[in-house]
């Protein structure tokens, strides 16, 4: 056992290394060594020595810690030397074939818009557009294009569907011993936490501990001063101080937005500028249907557009296929259909953005308002987080177990309430799953949300947000029992813009729950 754990670490050490050699951090360290040959403190006879000191001392380790810590969280630990690559992606073949076929299910939606409208995939953009684009480029919301025949190519509801219909074939007709009794519309057995496993997951969010954004304090944290990613990400566990906020997720995510950052983001953007996407059309309908609409972010609409539309061309997002158990969707140059050394990533970041997709930035823009610092800062959670929300997998941060820890804490903790909605045909989870798929974004009011997604990037995990889902429904539980219909039901729970997020999170997993 010993020696496999010490396998395992020495892979996950040469998977960091060999990451981190290709990056910019790499050279930086390499130039500063080199830089530090000239300095009289550095003594030849300890070379080796001298110059790690001079790197402790300069920051330059620190930032190299930070870098590892950010590999740490974002990929998975290296499975076992012999495991095919798909079982990083997922290890559970019947996940990775409903994902498989879902995904068809998209691109078919997609080629027959294409085809409906008659419009490409891509198309470079006239010389006049493209200057047309660039000068209206920070007020791209005053355009009005006619969009009325593009649609979405998937809701949340239609993903539901999906979820619904998985089963694990292992087990015949339903025939899990300790599954039988689950009577929600998630049909799968995955290990969730059981409350007393939550509360000792989120033991900071404790009665007795206090938690900030409640009693909010003034003085910076050493964390920021130290600029440690750790600590950092320890501290916001309850919750940062609003003016700070800023500043500690960035430096929990390791974005420091340095010239190189800032010139990839202006490389995007010369992109979108030459080139024209259907996805941009699907990009920019999505932000008038929700953000436009929305009280709070209606503000940042020319925000959303710069950031989604580059988002759409960075093929760095395509690294984070290695560990989702999506795959980047493929398309042919013209006339070369089934030709693999014709076949393109489409769109280049291999996502395709569906019905709600614009929430995930939104809130983003009341922390950060330079546009290069904000698109990274989205892209990381993007690559981190969200991506969990929309795809199919096992994964205890994935939307299966999310909805099924949902389920399984209504049901188990909430009894009469469970079986009261099942039976007028108002599943809880039909009306909790998009707040879920969202991470709340567009249902809480801005400084809640902000407050929820603190602990979701204090635990490095998103199962915080079955938790809410849950509470929710129990804090309006007396309402709730005395409805007869699904749409009695989602009326009850149509406003959560004035809930109170830490208090309802508390109050359900330490008081309620006993």
Not at 60 to 67: F, I, M, P, T, V
Not at 248 to 273: F, R
Not at 375 to 397: A, D, K, N, T, W
Request: charged share 20%; aromatic share 10%.
């Amino acid at each position: 056992m010993m020696l496999e754990q010490d396998t395992g670490l020495s892979l996950a050490i040469a998977q960091i290394v060999q990451r981190l050699k290709g990056s910019s951090l790499h050279s930086q360290l390499e130039r500063q060594a080199r830089g530090s040959l000239h300095k009289p403190e550095i003594k030849l006879e300890s070379l080796k020595e001298d110059i790690k000191e001079f790197l402790k001392t300069s920051g330059w380790e620190k930032r190299l810690q930070n870098a590892v810590y950010s590999e740490l969280n974002v990929f998975p630990s290296p499975c076992h030397p012999a495991a095919p690559p798909e079982h990083m992606k997922e290890p559970l073949v019947y996940m990775r074939k409903a994902q498989g076929s879902w995904e068809k299910r998209i691109l078919k939606s997609l080629n027959s818009m294409c085809t409906e409208l008659s419009i490409p995939l891509a198309r470079k953009r006239p010389i006049g557009e493209q200057k047309e684009l660039l000068n209206k480029w920070n007020e791209m919301g005053t355009d009005e294009p006619d969009l009325s025949l593009f649609r979405p190519v998937y809701a949340p509801k239609d993903f539901l569907e999906v979820l619904m219909n998985l089963r694990n074939p292992n087990y015949e007709n339903g025939d899990q011993p300790s599954f039988k009794n689950h009577l929600g519309l998630i049909q799968v057995p995955l290990k969730v936490k059981d409350i007393p496993e939550l509360r000792d997951y989120f033991s900071e969010l404790g009665l007795n501990t206090g938690q900030l954004g409640i009693d909010d304090s003034t003085q910076v944290p050493p964390v920021l001063t130290e600029q440690d990613s750790a600590a950092a990400q320890q501290y916001v566990r309850q919750g940062c101080p609003t003016a700070l906020r800023a500043e500690l997720w960035a430096l929990i995510l390791n974005i420091s937005n340095q010239p190189e950052d800032v010139l990839y983001y202006e490389q995007l953007k010369s992109n979108v500028i030459q080139h024209d996407l259907l996805v941009d059309s699907l990009i920019y309908k999505d932000v008038k249907l929700t953000a436009s609409n929305d009280d709070y972010y209606f503000v940042f609409e020319d925000y959303l557009y710069q950031v989604l539309l580059c988002f759409s061309r960075d093929t760095s997002v395509l690294e984070h296929f290695s560990y989702n158990s999506a795959t980047p969707p493929k398309s042919y140059i013209r006339g070369k259909l089934g030709m693999e050394e014709y076949a393109v990533f489409y769109p280049p970041n291999g996502v395709i953005p569906f019905h709600g997709f614009s929430m995930y930035v939104a809130p983003l823009c009341f922390l950060y308002h330079e546009p290069s610092k904000l698109y990274q800062i989205f892209r990381e959670m993007y690559v981190r987080f969200f991506f969990r929300l929309h795809s199919i997998s096992s994964h205890p941060s994935g939307i299966v177990s999310l909805c099924l820890l949902f389920e399984t804490l209504l049901q188990t903790h909430l009894p009469q309430l469970f079986y009261h909605l099942r039976e007028i045909g108002a599943q809880p989870l039909r009306i909790s799953f998009k707040w879920m798929v969202r991470a709340f974004s567009g249902y809480l009011a801005t400084d809640q949300l902000l407050l929820l997604w603190d602990r979701i990037l204090g635990y490095n995990s998103l199962e915080i947000l079955a938790v809410l889902a849950a509470a929710v429904f129990a804090f309006r539980a007396v309402n709730l029992m005395e409805v007869t219909s699904l749409a009695a039901a989602e009326a009850v729970l149509a406003d959560l813009s004035t809930l109170k997020v830490m208090p309802l999170l508390q109050i359900f997993l330490f008081a309620t729950l006993t």
